[in-house]
């Protein structure tokens, strides 16, 4: 997908999707499944989703759930390298990102 043709949220976090990742952006469903094995961007899909929800609709709140602490300490990682520190900061006690007033006053990203 080309700079041109992504949505301003995604254009300001950098994020190119695989093509499985772009369907599931696309797709106008309210809930989307997108299942398969490890490894293919299930979750990371997911995750600039919910960043770009934080980003786009004032006043939401997200949470992110993980199974595993793993997975878990996986997504956060995956997170601070998603998130500029110039939109958001985060927390590490809460593991909560708070998006700073310029861009949404009331958006908290929870990942837990």
């Known amino acids: 997908m080309s700079a041109t043709t992504e949505a301003p949220a995604q254009q300001q976090l950098l994020y190119a999707p695989y093509p499985k990742q772009r369907i599931m952006h696309l797709c106008p469903a309210q809930d989307v499944f997108y299942g398969g094995q490890a490894g293919p ?3 990371y899909a997911l995750l600039n989703d919910l960043i ?4 786009e609709y004032p006043g939401v709140r997200m949470i992110f759930f993980r199974r595993k602490f793993r997975d878990l300490e996986e ?3 995956e997170s ?3 998130i500029p520190r110039m939109l958001a900061d985060y927390n590490e006690n809460d593991t909560l990102w708070t998006f700073k007033p310029r861009h949404n006053p009331h958006i ?3 990942l837990g």
């Open 80 to 82: 601070k390298t998603l």
């Open 108 to 110: 908290d990203l929870a």
């Open 41 to 43: 961007g299930k979750s």
């Open 75 to 77: 997504t956060i990682g």
């Open 52 to 55: 770009r929800d934080c980003i």
